[in-house]
């Protein structure tokens, strides 16, 4: 299945969703999507998440139920490591 890096951002500070991430899974396994990790910006106000899903029309549909932005969603296909070779996602 592809992978995505989406770029979310907010308006406000974003409060880091721990209470409301079983609702998050829940909408994302509805939608076929994986949300594997984030990263969040030091001001809180921009997000990079990575995510396993059959398209980018799941990734959104699963975004926009959630009531959260997806700006920006890149499909990705590998790492570059600091020894410059190409290597998997997972």
Known sequence: MPYYIIER????E????VEA???INLINDE???RWLYSFLSIDHRKSYCLY????IEAIRAAAVR??????VVT????????DGLL???N
């Open 9 to 12: 951002n907010y308006a406000e």
């Open 14 to 17: 974003v409060v880091v969703p």
């Open 21 to 23: 991430a079983p609702d």
């Open 31 to 33: 939608e076929e999507v």
């Open 52 to 55: 396993e899903a059959p398209s």
């Open 66 to 71: 959630a009531g959260l932005p997806a700006d």
């Open 75 to 82: 499909e990705v296909t590998g790492r570059v490591m600091p």
């Open 87 to 89: 290597a998997g996602i």
